[in-house]
């Protein structure tokens, strides 16, 4: 019970900072900052993959399973986010 309630702790706190740090980033280094969150994710990703993949509870899998699906979300919007903003800075020919 004790390492669940360590748990929560550090989530809550976590999406607190989190919440706090975004919304504090000037739209000029969204570009930059979304690349990085990519390979964030993409780390993200292959610890997913080897929750989903390993020998362990069958809730283990199932959430490993839902992190691979967000996890790729994340990647593949932020990929189209990034490309759609970088459009928007080249010439026109």
Do not use: D, Q
């Amino acid at each position: 019970m004790e390492a669940f309630l360590i748990s929560v702790t550090v989530f809550v706190l976590a999406v607190f900072v989190g919440f706090e740090i975004i919304t504090k980033i000037p739209s000029t280094l969204h570009t930059p900052l979304m690349s990085g969150s990519n390979a964030i994710s993409g780390i993200a990703i292959v610890g997913a993959l080897v929750a989903a993949g390993g020998a362990g509870h069958e809730v283990a899998k199932y959430l490993g399973f839902g992190a691979v699906v967000l996890a790729t979300v994340n990647v593949v919007g932020g990929f189209l986010i990034t490309n759609r903003m970088l459009a928007m800075f080249r010439r026109k020919k």
